[in-house]
């Protein structure tokens, strides 16, 4: 049953079930791996922070995450992909104002760091 986004609690349990989608996933599994070299701890530590950091306005992520994706091989593919896991990763377990609004908050970022990423290295 689909409960609202309300506590750090809620944020950690969304993240790890996106994250376990994440590593069996074919396309998205092996670009992670390469970057976190199974230190999955401190990189779902980091993603804690940063979603309750959009979720809840509050400051316990610090960084530029966009900075991080430049040198990976990553094209419109995996973004559209790591949306697609995100969401329904959301819509399978909560509903209301903060799932809302962190699937808008996703869609923004993924199309903004696609574009960047898309202009640094020569494309359209």
């Given amino acids: 049953m689909a409960k609202e986004i309300t506590s750090s609690e809620d944020i950690q349990f969304l993240v ?13 599994g092996p670009i992670f791996e390469n970057v976190v070299k199974g230190n ?3 990189h779902l530590e980091k ?13 316990k992520y610090t960084g530029s995450p966009f900075q ?9 593919k ?13 819509n399978q377990h ?6 809302e ?3 808008k908050r996703s869609t923004q970022m993924g199309l903004m ?10 494309g359209e």
């Fill in 113 to 122: 760091f696609e574009y960047k990423l898309k202009h640094i290295k020569g």
């Fill in 101 to 103: 609004e962190i699937k």
């Fill in 78 to 90: 995996h973004f559209e992909r790591w949306l697609a896991l995100f969401h329904t990763t959301i």
């Fill in 16 to 28: 790890n079930e996106f994250y376990e989608k994440v590593i069996e996933d074919e396309l998205l």
């Fill in 47 to 59: 993603m804690y922070g940063f979603w309750e950091t959009i979720v809840f306005n509050v400051k």
């Fill in 68 to 76: 991080k994706h430049i040198p990976l091989p990553i094209e419109a």
């Fill in 40 to 42: 999955w701890d401190k």
């Fill in 94 to 99: 909560f509903e209301g104002k903060k799932a």
